[in-house]
């Protein structure tokens, strides 16, 4: 019992001290981004000597802070809409046929986990910017929707994986007696299953959001015009060639972080039990 408790005791410690690794960086963010540029540079530990919201309001305006929010959300949303919808119905599908073509299916989405996107960022934004449609103005390369479309095809593979160990665990009895009341496949899935998924759903709409919303590397690939801007593409430009402005940086970024970290919040106690009855079960 005692050696329960002082093993107890030493992972709490530990716990404390991962805890203050992860909580630091964001604490000097945000201290600093209340200071003027030589309050930073002379003691960046410290507290400010005043709440001043100046750096805040010049960050919005320079960033466009607004556009860029409404580039972000719209693009998040979307992406993360679409793969929670494709991505249940497939694994459903998926799971409740067990064939050799199935199997092989689930497998090819697995394999996509796999492959790191640096390895075909290139090619894909080569290939991608010659999907264009004679006469029209459709294009994937500086579009929102060709930026979504791409995220849905990085996103929906891990996404697959999670509802389809979570969809295990639904009865089968549930569509079974469904079926017998006369549902089809559409209202099966969408009247019985789908609302079975909340806790997966949350799980999996959380970790894409926070995937598609600090992502700046495809964007800064995809979207070239200033009014298409997300956030992260709008606060990388604070930090010039030979000058940056770190009082505006870091209040740009503590904007970009908060509506996350309100959507975390409230979505939270769904994460654990999500992953665990998802990927390990």
């Known amino acids: 019992m005692e050696k329960t408790k002082k093993n107890m005791t030493i992972l709490e410690i530990f716990g404390w001290i ?38 805040y309001i010049q960050a919005i305006q320079k960033m466009d802070f607004l556009t860029a929010l409404g580039n972000s959300l719209f693009i998040t949303v979307t992406s993360v809409v679409f793969i929670i919808v494709l991505s249940s119905m497939a694994a459903w599908v998926l799971e409740r046929n ?6 092989i299916i689930f497998y090819t989405f697995v ?7 640096q390895s075909v960022m290139i090619p894909l934004v080569q290939y991608l910017s010659k999907w264009q449609i004679p006469g029209t103005n459709f294009s994937l390369i500086d579009t929102r929707y060709g930026l979504i479309f791409m995220n849905i095809g990085f996103g929906i593979g891990m996404s697959t994986f999670l509802f389809h160990g ?16 006369g549902c089809n496949k559409f209202q099966l899935f969408w009247r019985i299953v789908f609302p079975n998924l909340k806790p997966i759903i949350v799980t999996v709409a959380i970790l894409n959001v926070i995937s598609f919303w600090n992502d700046y590397l495809l964007p800064s690939l995809v979207l070239r015009s200033p009014n298409l801007r997300t956030i992260p593409l709008s606060t990388f430009f604070f930090f010039g060639e030979f000058t940056i402005e770190w009082n505006l940086a870091l209040a740009g970024l503590v904007l970009t972080i908060i509506p996350v970290i309100i959507f975390y919040l409230f979505s939270q106690k769904y994460i654990i039990k999500g992953v665990m009855a998802g990927a390990i079960k």
């Open 18 to 55: 991962l805890t203050l690794f992860v909580i630091f960086p964001v604490y000097i963010m945000v201290i600093n981004s209340f200071k003027d540029r030589k309050e930073i540079f002379t003691n960046e530990l410290s507290l400010p000597k005043a709440l001043n919201f100046t750096y």
């Open 98 to 103: 067990k064939t050799t073509i199935s199997n």
């Open 111 to 117: 394999a996509t986990m796999l492959i790191p996107f």
């Open 166 to 181: 979570f969809i295990k665990n639904v009865p089968l009895e549930m569509e079974e007696a469904a079926t017998i009341d």
